[in-house]
């Protein structure tokens, strides 16, 4: 029960994007079509689950037993880096139409601070295993959430009579903030 | 001996990773058509974008994929057509070289001027505001077009009109975007008859405003009525090759000079830059 809490938690209350403004890069890069949008988002989410995992195993195995705390940052700077070099090197050879969509933002995950938040964030919290797994998957399926709602809008947008001096960036980042007024509402929903 | 245990945990992590990504390169290792880098190596590597893609490397990935003509670099002109044709195993077809043209002939002399302009001296900032002549569809002389141009094509005549060279414009069109009265278009280099004019004015304001105004007189669209028609107060050419010559001396008549054949002096660009360094 405690598990599904925080995995809902995770994707609405304290959704990365919309409540602690972490990876607003791509979250404003990608979201301009919609397919883009979920595959950027799915990468997202891997790469998030995969940090929690590995992030959670160089912490409690590694780290806190020697004492070398201190070592978070770079280290988990390390595991992010090679993860999404992996995850580079899958799509380029399983989807090259992915890839080119993707373009820069794929290797901008490396220094994408949503999933350095969550690794430093998992860890300052002392998740156990499955919390940290959970949290993860659930972080990733927010952002996905986020970015697809916001790729949906934009899609709609592009069609809408924008002033002149908001297309683009400004109505984009209007937008975004709109979207994070409206998460607001689920706050103080589940206390943790 | 403290500082051990952090410097060989970042170690082994460090080349556990790197093994780990040296093993997913062998297997996940994409291979690539070798073709694209040979045809990216032949490209003039200007990456300005004249062929339509992002960039140089996009040109020659479209081109080995067939969705680009051998020829598409106008940069790179007919030498990089015949490469480029040559690592793909076809015939290069020739590139039509196009130049900038300016259609406009309002110098300091011709065109009546509004006052003194003390803003800031770009076309741009001057169009905000009507621009320095009293025509608003003429040049400004700001020089937009010159910083906008990577090639050194285009330089300021001493009459406040823009000069292109011939030789140096690779019709990549950065002119036509910088300037802000579009009074630049990209036309065949073998194309000889324009309208030196872009004013949508009545004669009577035209003729007032500058000396070599188009002012609608139509001289031209009677001496060759098939090709030239007169549009808004506007001579306009519609195909130029099926201009009779023999039609032009009648056509040049214009009392404006606003229409006619191109003629430049030729102005060598590398001598006079050169001269300008060795004073410098």
């Known amino acids: 029960m405690e598990l599904l809490a925080l ?53 409690t195995w590694i780290l806190i037993p020697y004492n070398i705390g201190y070592l978070q940052t770079v280290s988990f700077i390390l595991v992010i880096a090679s993860l999404v070099q992996l995850v580079e090197m899958f799509i380029r050879k399983m989807s090259p139409p992915l890839y080119q969509a993707l373009g820069i933002y794929l290797p901008l995950i490396t220094t994408n601070c949503a999933i350095m938040g969550l690794a430093l964030l998992a860890a300052r919290k002392d998740y156990g ?52 007024l409206a998460f607001t509402g689920f706050s103080g929903m589940i206390k943790l | 001996m403290s500082f051990l245990i952090p410097v060989l945990t970042m170690a082994v992590l460090s080349l556990l990773f790197s093994t780990g990504l040296v093993v997913a390169y062998k297997k996940l290792k994409v291979e690539e058509d070798p073709k694209i880098e040979a045809v990216n190596e032949a490209l003039p590597q200007a ?82 505001i ?63 008859i324009f309208v030196y004019c872009r004013s949508l004015d009545g004669p009577k304001v035209s003729r007032k405003l500058c000396k070599n105004a188009c002012i609608a007189c139509g001289i031209c669209a009677r001496a060759c009525p098939e090709q030239i028609f007169m549009e808004n107060n506007l001579a306009v050419i519609h195909d130029y090759k099926k201009i009779d010559p023999e039609k032009i001396p009648a056509i040049e008549k214009c009392p404006t000079n606003a229409i006619g054949r191109f003629k430049i002096e030729k102005i060598d660009m590398n001598d006079e830059k050169e001269a300008a360094r060795d004073e410098g």
């Open chain 2, 130 to 192: 009507g621009g320095n002549k009293q025509c608003s569809y003429g040049c400004m002389g700001y020089g937009d077009c010159v910083l906008a141009c990577q090639f050194n094509a285009i330089e300021m005549g001493e009459d406040g009109l823009p000069v292109v060279f011939e030789e140096n414009c690779t019709a990549c069109g950065k002119c036509v975007d910088a300037c802000p009265r579009n009074l630049y278009e990209l036309l065949p280099i073998e194309q000889n």
């Open chain 1, 7 to 59: 995995f809902i938690s995770a994707i609405l209350i304290n959704n990365f994007v919309l409540y602690y403004f972490l990876g607003i890069c791509p979250f404003l890069g990608v979201s301009k079509k919609l397919d883009s949008a979920l595959s950027m988002g799915l990468a997202v989410t891997f790469v998030m689950t995969i940090t929690a995992v590995m992030s959670w195993m160089i912490n």
């Open chain 1, 129 to 180: 295993f499955f919390e940290a797994v959970v949290f993860g998957i659930g972080s990733g399926i927010g952002f996905t959430l986020a970015i697809v709602l916001m790729a949906g809008i934009r899609e709609q947008l592009d069609l809408a009579d924008v002033p002149e001096p908001l297309k683009g960036a400004g109505i984009a980042l209007i937008v975004a903030g709109i979207m994070a």
């Open chain 2, 47 to 128: 990456n300005c974008g004249a062929c339509g893609f992002s960039g140089c490397r996009a040109f020659a990935e479209a081109v080995v994929k067939g969705k680009a003509d051998s020829n598409g670099c106008p940069v790179g002109g007919n030498d990089v057509a015949a490469e480029v044709a040559d690592i793909l195993g076809v015939s290069a077809g020739t590139v039509l070289k196009r130049v900038a043209r300016l259609h406009c002939r309002g110098t300091k002399e011709a065109a009546a001027s509004r006052g003194l302009y003390l803003g800031v001296t770009t076309c741009a900032a001057s169009h905000l």
